[in-house]
């Protein structure tokens, strides 16, 4: 994200210059559709100001948003000639492939492969992610890709040569897609394809369901072919039955309900669920969740009515718009004659099979985060912005006019591209850095500290979680990470345990004027509150920990290991333990607890 937001601010400056030192008419032309996005970008904004109780991780979700609707604007306003809107699809295409090329590499030859030189999670090493952490995600790109390239081979007009080559191309992104073996993506893609002939207007509604109907047939045909030919197909399905369905996933969709009923007008706040869920979450669920696999209530969770109104409302809109202006483009006799004499990327196939791909994502959000993740955000930005731009004509400004006011407008977005690059290269850089030194924080949190190299770890750490405090002193979860590396720095540094208890403490204070919501900065003000022989006081920061989260098995496990330092409180860390141990009965600190008193009682 420190390279893509650069790069997303460099884009959008870029803009931004050819429209101040182009022509007067051309300063003119800014598509109704980009504008109907910005009220909902400064809502977020403004949200992540005065609502969100995590303001560092809301300015993250901003520009998640911010990234989208750039994306878009640029694409819809900017790319308008058949030459660079060619090569941006011949280039996503090439991506592609790509994808597909590291998903059989890591199917077939390195499950456990990831790129950056990271691993792949045990769960997803027989399913193909390519380039992605996730096989969903991939799932997801290709179905973007799919129908506009099954279109481009059946549209009319194309020679031999282009079926074959758009045929071969379809073959290998079905084959990726295949790979990844994602149900909800399958599912999507099927939807989408066989609702399209619905929308034909000019046939019958008998004929209409007809085709409906015979692409349904097709799909659960080739689900069947699937089903008794790959072993892993059938483990999937067989996983869904004996679940009745999903059981994660109604659960984090449930709490996302509950937030948003909480506050339905401006939302619990930008980037808040993961937080938030803690006060939700029930009994015996140990997953993590970053968000609630559904971006509709996602939305409506972190930015309410309003939020979602102005984003889903106004892509609504747009939608509508663009099928209205299609549609009259198509009735008349004149259009329907050009159709057949247009440049490929143009023809009605590639536009309709675009359309399907765009259905299938919407769908798809229904059960998955896929506007979080950007890689897939940003391929639905740039095939949207293709399809509107090209059904939903913008006609330039006429002798001139716009020229000043167009100028004015170009000024204040390179104004605002350049401010939100410098904001965000900050911004990313500390979470860059906070990251791989938690990441080194979880790994010595394991091990025994008398390893030779624990010592010189916890230091460097340190060293860099200052540095990342510094760029970006809002940063909640980083002044956290301070105070918990500064607790595993005592285990080695025996003399200064007080001294490094009150740094710990002062950065957990940091921390918590920050973001009083989240529990784990009350757990590590704590632990270095008990450092200092402070019992009372952690006590309270423990118990506080425990209020923002009651079902979170760590909090517990943390309260119960405050209590086993005194003997007067055995009896509450039998309890606070028993407690922890119900809500997660594999939580290994609870383990390793009950183990240590068991030996104690000996």
């Known amino acids: 994200m420190v390279i893509t937001s650069a790069l997303t601010c460099a884009l959008l400056a870029v803009h931004f210059v050819a429209r101040i030192l182009g022509p007067a008419s051309e300063r003119g032309r800014l598509h109704p559709a980009g504008w109907a996005l910005v009220p909902f970008l400064v809502y977020a904004a403004a949200n992540v100001l005065w609502v969100t109780p995590v303001p560092w991780l809301g300015w993250f979700d901003w520009f998640g948003w911010f990234q989208i609707i750039a994306v878009f604007w640029v694409v819809v306003n900017g790319i308008r000639s058949r030459g660079p809107r060619r090569i ?22 390195r499950p456990e492969w990831l790129m950056l030189g990271t691993e792949q999670v045990k769960e997803y090493r027989d399913r193909a992610s390519g380039p992605f952490g996730n096989p969903n995600s991939l799932a997801t790109f290709l179905v973007l890709l799919i129908p506009a390239v099954g279109g481009l081979m059946f549209r009319s007009g194309a020679r031999e ?73 059938r483990e999937r399905f067989f996983q869904f039955a004996s679940d009745s369905g999903e059981r994660t996933r109604p659960i984090m969709w449930g709490v996302a309900w509950k937030l948003f009923r909480e506050h339905p007008v401006a939302g619990a706040g930008a980037g808040s669920y993961n937080i938030l869920f803690e006060k939700h979450r029930p009994e015996q669920f140990p ?21 979602f109104v102005l984003f889903f409302g106004a892509s609504g809109w747009i939608t509508w718009r663009s099928l209205m202006a299609y549609r009259a483009a ?50 639905f930005a740039v095939l949207a912005a293709f399809g509107v731009g090209r059904v939903w004509k913008n006609e330039p400004a006429k002798n001139g006019t716009g020229g000043r006011s167009g100028r004015l407008v170009a000024v204040l977005g390179l104004g605002i591209a350049v401010a939100v690059g410098a904001f ?24 025994r500290p008398v390893d030779s190299i624990y010592g010189g770890k916890t230091s460097f750490v340190h060293a860099e979680l200052k540095r990342a405090v510094a760029i ?17 720095r005592a285990h080695v540094d025996h003399d200064r345990i007080s001294e490094l208890g009150r740094e710990a403490e002062s950065a957990a204070d940091h921390a918590i004027r920050i973001s009083p919501v989240c529990h784990e900065f ?36 943390y309260l119960a290991d405050h209590f086993s330092r005194n003997v007067t409180t055995k009896g509450l860390t039998g309890a606070a333990l028993e407690f922890c141990l119900r809500l997660d009965p594999g939580n290994p600190g609870g383990l390793v607890l009950r183990q240590r008193l068991a030996i104690k009682s000996k």
């Open 88 to 109: 941006v699809f011949l280039a996503i295409m090439l991506v592609g492939i790509v994808c597909v090329v590291l998903g059989c590499y890591q199917r077939f030859a």
């Open 161 to 233: 040569t282009e079926r074959v080559w758009w045929g071969w191309l379809l073959m290998i992104f079905l084959f990726g897609l295949l790979l990844t073996v994602s149900r909800g993506p399958w599912l999507g893609f099927v939807v989408a394809l066989a609702s399209w002939p619905l929308f034909a207007r000019r046939r019958s509604w008998k004929g209409r369901a007809s085709f409906a109907t015979l692409i349904a047939l097709g799909a659960i045909f080739g689900g069947a072919v699937l089903y008794e030919a790959s072993s892993m197909v």
């Open 287 to 307: 997953d993590t969740t970053l968000w609630a696999h559904q971006e509709y209530l996602n939305t409506l969770s972190d930015y309410g009515l309003v939020g």
């Open 330 to 379: 198509r009735g008349t006799e004149h259009d329907h004659r050009l159709v057949k004499r247009e440049h490929w990327l143009d023809d009605s196939r590639s536009l309709q099979g675009i359309g399907i791909g765009l259905l299938a994502f919407a769908l798809q959000l229904l059960i998955d985060f896929h506007l979080k993740i950007p890689a897939t955000a940003i391929l």
């Open 424 to 447: 965000f290269s900050g911004k990313y850089r500390a979470e860059d850095t906070r990251f791989r030194a938690r990441e080194v924080i979880e790994e010595l949190a394991v091990r």
């Open 472 to 488: 970006d002193p809002e940063n909640g979860q980083a002044w956290a990470d301070l105070a918990y590396v500064a607790s595993l």
């Open 522 to 557: 009350w757990i590590r003000r704590g632990v270095a509150r008990d450092m200092q022989g402070r019992w009372l006081d952690a006590g309270d920061d423990f118990t506080h920990a425990i209020g923002v989260a009651p079902g979170n098995a760590t909090a517990w496990f």
